[in-house]
């Protein structure tokens, strides 16, 4: 396959904007430093799964500062998908939710969408998926590629392994977000390994989660008796 260096080199000579999702967490923000040393124009995105939730709009502000780069905000596909089904919902909110039909876009079609808001058709989608990162990311990157034309998808530091995502955050002095601190990872989900550290840490970003899902402590009162 075609290794992620030479795959950067020529995003870089074809002189076009490349998107990229950009999640806050240690891959991405590898990706969007390995793509502005080839000196490629990138255009941030980032997908919310909670709205307004202080710690991440701090943090994304930080890289906004950090890479003097506005980063767009928009709905993750997750949150549409957790209110259609209803996800720590009380019985009383059951209607106005089904009633609502919203839509549950996907990756591709967010990226579309960005695309011709923009005005940038045809540039391609980068993420920081890491092929050693788990088995099924291996299989999925022998299977498909690193470059997937068709969706024009590309993982732009595919081969990269964890000690090149330190290093490369090490030389340009770039550090992670505040919740690696609470649970090693960025934000990622609504179970009791994030929502329990943010209701310790940020007690009103937990707030904000359940004004969104107020179920949700029922999770962290569940988890808390087993423990």
């Known amino acids: 396959m075609t290794s992620s260096e030479q795959i950067r080199a020529e995003l870089a000579a074809d002189g076009k904007p490349v998107l990229l999702g950009f999640s806050r967490g240690k891959d991405s923000l590898a990706a969007w430093l390995a793509m502005r040393e080839a000196g490629i124009t990138v255009v941030p995105y980032h997908l919310y799964l909670v709205p307004g939730l202080r710690f991440i709009d ?32 009380p019985p009383e909110r059951a209607a106005v939710i089904e ?3 919203l839509p549950e876009p996907t ?14 058709a045809g540039v391609w989608n980068a993420d920081g998926v890491r092929a050693a990162d788990s088995p099924n ?4 990157m ?7 034309e068709q969706l024009r998808k590309v993982s732009i530091v595919w081969d990269w392994r964890i000690a090149d995502v330190r290093d490369a955050l090490k030389r340009h002095n770039c550090p992670l977000p505040p919740e690696y601190e609470w ?21 009103d970003d937990y707030q904000r989660i359940l004004d969104w ?10 988890r808390g008796l087993a423990a």
């Open 183 to 203: 649970f090693g990872r960025s934000f990622d989900g609504m179970d009791f390994r994030f929502l329990d550290p943010i209701r310790q840490h940020a007690p």
């Open 107 to 120: 990756y591709e079609e967010m990226a579309d969408m960005l695309r011709e808001d923009l005005g940038l």
């Open 142 to 148: 022998v299977t498909h590629g690193p470059k997937r």
């Open 213 to 222: 899902f107020p179920l949700a402590d029922l999770e962290v009162f569940r």
């Open 137 to 140: 990311r291996r299989m999925a």
């Open 99 to 101: 009633a609502a039909q």
């Open 58 to 89: 701090d943090s994304r502000k930080f890289y906004e500062d950090f890479f003097q780069t506005p980063i767009l905000d928009l709905p993750h596909p997750t949150l549409y998908r957790w209110l259609n089904s209803l996800l720590f919902q």
